[in-house]
């Protein structure tokens, strides 16, 4: 089955994409829930969840795929399984501190993703909402970010949950 499809930089994804939520453990509602959601949700009832989004033609999945290595597995166990490669999109969670040591970790932390196979690299919401500057109306360092993630073959964009993220961004192309 072919889902409707959409491009991002050039790379053809699914319109849906299978978020990661309710399947890594970021209920928004409490620990208990968060708990309860990664006590059931180990590889293989994470991979059996992805065969269902894969076999109906959703094969794109969107978080912080690096930082939970069982999600990367079961991944891999889905498309064993279902023949479909699937279309990661990571969002990790960077260091985004001004120094070098910092500068590095976050160097180290995106060539671990771009070691998973993830093809799209969006800096967690709770990076880039730091580098946010309401006065100026931009992102600081952005271009410094985009320009790591290129390097590793990635293709970058942006995590968010505060609208001036999306704002600010377009503002400054």
């Known amino acids: 089955m072919q889902f409707p499809r959409t491009k991002v930089g050039g790379l053809s994804v699914s319109r849906m ?3 990661t939520n309710w399947i890594l453990g970021w ?3 409490g620990p208990a829930k968060d708990k309860l959601i990664t006590s059931l949700n ?3 009832n994470i991979a059996n969840i992805l065969e269902v989004f894969f076999k109906a033609g959703v094969d794109t999945i969107m978080g912080p795929l690096t ?3 069982q999600a990367n597995a079961a991944i891999k166990d889905a498309e064993d399984k279902t023949g479909v490669k ?3 999109v990571d969002t990790p969670m960077l260091n985004v501190k001004d120094t070098v040591r910092d500068k590095d970790e976050t160097k180290r932390i995106l060539d671990q993703v771009a070691a998973t196979g993830a093809q799209i690299c969006l ?3 709770t990076s880039v909402e730091q580098l946010l500057d309401k006065s100026t109306e931009e992102i600081r ?4 970010y985009t320009a790591m993630i290129r390097k590793r073959g990635m293709i970058p ?3 968010a949950h505060m609208p001036e993220v999306v704002t600010y961004s377009d503002n400054h192309n």
């Open 157 to 159: 964009g942006l995590s």
């Open 123 to 125: 800096p967690h919401h």
């Open 42 to 44: 180990d590889r293989k």
């Open 27 to 29: 209920s928004h509602q």
């Open 86 to 88: 699937c279309i990661k």
């Open 141 to 144: 360092r952005l271009d410094e």
């Open 17 to 19: 994409i299978i978020g």
């Open 67 to 69: 930082q939970h290595p």
